[in-house]
């Protein structure tokens, strides 16, 4: 456990998070997109699965990139209550005490992964990796599984 006090009285209290944006997968498999624009009153999560490293624009989702019929775009709105417990959940994994980088140099290519969360004041949590992960990362993807409906890679 680290030394901070993750949650409601830390730092970065992910209640006053302005955006969520997270991608894993690699150029040999699935990638997955998920992006939550925090400031919208009506909160959703946009999501997006593609194939062969293949791009998305979760901030635009019209844009010409996302046209192509191999993606797989949804939007899923979150009411209160269930961003409440997104949050309550993210809570949970201690976020801002994981590494800023986790990194196997042993496997070439494999699985890449970015978590992005900005706050209101301009603060940012920032981590990665490829091929290695950090505490709880397979809790983190059951969240997320939970909040999107689709499992993660």
Known sequence: MCE?????N?????????????????????SQFILIDG??????IRYA???????VDLKHPKSDVNLNPDILLKEIPL???????????????E???????????DICDGTQWNLKISFSDSNKISKCGSNEYPPYWNKFKKIM???????IC
């Open 10 to 30: 830390e730092p970065y209290p992910l209640s006053e998070m302005t955006l969520f944006k997270f991608s894993v997968g690699g150029y040999f498999g699935t």
């Open 95 to 105: 976020i801002s005490c994981w590494k800023d980088k986790y990194y196997d140099n």
């Open 145 to 151: 599984g939970k909040f999107i409906g689709e499992s």
């Open 49 to 55: 699965e593609t194939s062969g490293g293949m791009f």
């Open 79 to 93: 009411s209160s209550e269930q961003w409440f417990d997104f949050i309550k959940a993210l809570t949970t994994l």
């Open 39 to 44: 400031k919208r009153k009506n909160k959703l």
């Open 4 to 8: 901070q006090n993750f949650g409601y």
